[in-house]
C-alpha cells in the first residue's frame, strides 16, 4: 500500500482560482473523505490527484514517489466514478479484466483476481451478464470490482453512490468501508453527503470555497468545528447560529438580551463580538430559557425538528423527544457544554 501527500496544491482555470494551496498527509491504509458543497473543488482536486487534471501548483506524491507529471495510468490508482463508466458490450467478467488485459497480465492471473474479486463482492453469478442487465447496486459492485482487481496503491471514490436510491445508499455504504478495511487501500472519497462523510471517513477534509476548512476525525469536526462553514455544514440539522456579545469572559449575550453561561471562560474575550452556535439537539424543554414561537413540526417518529423563532425573530430549530404542540411557545435551555462560540467577524472558533 501506499501514503498520500498533498503539498500546496493549487488549481486556477483562467483568472478564477478554485484550489487554494491544499496541504494534506494520508497515512498507509488511512480512508480520507471529502466533503463540501458544490463548486468546492473537492472534485477538481481528486482529479488532480488521478492525474485527469493537472495542477497550476504543488506536489502529488504517491508512496513517496513524486506522481506531479506523470500521466494516470502511471500513478498506480484505481478510481471509481458517480456514473460506474462501464463498457456497455462488455460482460461484467470483460469489463473487470479490461484493465488487466491492457497489461498484458498473464490470462491465469486475469482470471484469478476478477474471481477473487467477484466472490469479496458476492457478484460470481453475474460475471456473464451486461451492464444492461444489472441494478443500479450491481453495478456499482462491478465498477469496484474493476478497481479492486488493479490492486492499486490508492482507491479514489469520485461521489460513487449519488445515483442510487436512498436504502441501497446505506447498504452500499457500508460495504464500501467494510471494504476498504479489509483490504487496507489507501483512499479518498468525494462526496457532497454529510452522512457519507461521518460514516465513511477515518478523517474528514471538509473543503469551503477552494481551501480545507479542517481536517479531523469525524466526531472532532462535529464536536468542535473550526468554523461556522464547517458548524452549519457538519450536523443535520444545521446547527443554529445566533449573534452575541462576550458580556463577560464566560458569558454570552444574545442579541435578543438573553444571557448564557459557557462551560468555561474565555479570557480576554469581554466585549468582543459572537457568533453563538447550539446544535438542535443540545436544546431541551426547561421553565426559564430561551422562548422560541413554533412555526413547524417534522415528525421523525423518536423524536421531533422544530423550526420556530426567538422574540427578537432570530430563526431556531430544536430536535425534541416526545409529543410537542403544533404552534405556541416553547421554552428550551441549551446545554452548556455544548456551547460553541465563533468570532463574529473571521467565523473562527474561540472556544475551546
Keep these: 500500500m501506499a501514503t498520500l501527500s498533498l503539498r500546496g496544491i493549487t488549481k486556477r482555470f483562467g483568472t478564477t482560482q478554485v484550489l487554494h494551496g491544499i496541504d494534506l498527509e494520508v497515512a498507509d491504509g488511512e480512508m480520507i473523505v471529502i466533503v463540501g458543497a458544490s463548486g468546492c473543488g473537492k472534485s477538481t482536486l481528486l482529479r488532480i490527484v488521478s492525474g485527469l487534471e493537472s495542477a497550476s501548483e504543488g506536489q502529488v506524491l504517491i508512496g513517496g514517489r513524486d506522481v506531479t507529471a506523470l500521466e494516470p495510468a502511471e500513478r498506480d490508482i484505481a ?7 462501464l463498457y456497455p458490450h462488455m460482460s461484467v467478467f470483460q469489463n ?3 484493465g488487466l488485459k491492457i497489461r498484458r497480465l498473464p490470462k491465469p492471473e486475469i482470471e484469478r483476481r476478477v474471481a477473487e474479486a467477484a466472490k469479496l463482492l458476492d457478484i460470481g453469478h453475474l460475471l456473464d451478464r451486461k451492464p444492461r442487465q444489472l441494478s443500479g447496486g450491481q453495478r456499482q459492485r462491478v465498477a469496484m470490482g474493476r478497481a479492486i482487481v488493479r490492486e492499486p496503491h490508492l482507491f479514489l471514490f469520485d461521489e460513487p453512490l ?23 487501500v489507501t483512499s479518498l472519497f468525494v462526496t457532497h453527503d ?13 473543503m469551503h470555497q477552494g481551501r480545507a476548512a479542517q481536517v479531523a476525525s469525524p ?10 462553514y464547517v458548524a452549519s455544514f457538519i450536523g443535520s440539522p444545521s446547527m443554529n447560529l445566533l449573534p452575541g456579545i462576550m458580556a463577560a469572559d464566560g458569558v454570552v449575550a444574545l442579541d435578543g438580551g438573553i444571557q448564557l453561561t459557557l462551560p468555561a471562560p474565555i479570557a480576554g474575550a469581554t466585549g468582543r463580538s459572537v457568533t453563538l452556535g447550539i446544535r438542535p439537539e443540545h436544546l431541551a424543554p426547561a421553565p426559564d430559557g430561551i422562548a422560541m414561537q413554533v412555526e413547524l413540526l417534522e415528525p421523525l417518529g423518536s423524536e421531533t425538528v ?17 409529543h410537542v404542540p403544533e404552534s405556541g411557545e416553547l421554552m428550551l435551555r441549551p446545554d452548556p457544554a455544548w456551547l460553541h462560540v465563533f468570532d463574529r467577524e473571521t467565523g473562527q472558533r474561540i472556544s475551546a
Aim: glycine letters at 6%; zero cysteines; a positive charge.
Design 79 to 85: 478510481m471509481v466514478f458517480q456514473n460506474y463508466a
Design 96 to 98: 473487470m479484466a479490461y
Design 162 to 184: 449519488s445515483n442510487l436510491d436512498a436504502k441501497l445508499r446505506v447498504t452500499m455504504r457500508a460495504e464500501i468501508r467494510r471494504l476498504q478495511r479489509r483490504l487496507g
Design 194 to 206: 454529510q452522512v457519507e462523510a461521518m460514516t465513511l471517513g477515518d478523517r474528514l477534509m471538509v
Design 219 to 228: 466526531m472532532e469536526v462535529w464536536a468542535k468545528p473550526a468554523d461556522t
Design 306 to 322: 422544530v423550526h420556530g423563532r426567538m422574540a427578537d425573530g432570530t430563526a431556531l430549530t430544536a430536535k425534541l423527544l416526545g
